[in-house]
């Protein structure tokens, strides 16, 4: 199975090796290795159960805010439903919208 931070070596994200080991070692730390091993699987062995204490995330494993505030900070533009959007282009008023000079 792929570990999560292969999920984000794809171009789109530019996420620095030092972030990628971060999201690693939090991945670690919070369980969430292991519950992926364990639990998200085919067929599944019944209903999943909570990654941690809660429905919310432990203090210093919610990594999806990690994530998206990494994405955010290489494109601000990012939009969680259209992950490969980024700024517009200016359009030309005269009709050129994609003449760079």
Do not use: E
């Not at 070596?9 to 519950?35: E, P």
């Not at 209903?47 to 900070?73: E, Q, R, T």
């Not at 959007?85 to 005269?94: K, N, S």
Request: aromatic share 16%; hydrophobic share 45%; glycine share 4%.
């Amino acid at each position: 199975m792929k570990r999560p931070r292969d999920l984000l070596k794809l171009t789109f994200f530019m996420c620095s090796q030092t972030f990628l080991a971060h999201l690693d070692s939090v991945a670690a730390q919070c369980g969430y290795t292991d519950y992926m091993s364990k639990h998200v699987t085919y067929p599944p062995k019944g209903l999943l159960p909570l990654p941690g204490k809660s429905i919310f995330a432990d203090k210093g494993c919610d990594v999806w805010d990690m994530i998206f505030d990494a994405a955010v900070l290489v494109n601000p533009a990012f939009n969680v439903y259209r992950i490969f959007d980024t700024y517009p282009i200016l359009w030309d008023v005269l009709g050129f919208p994609y003449v760079f000079h």
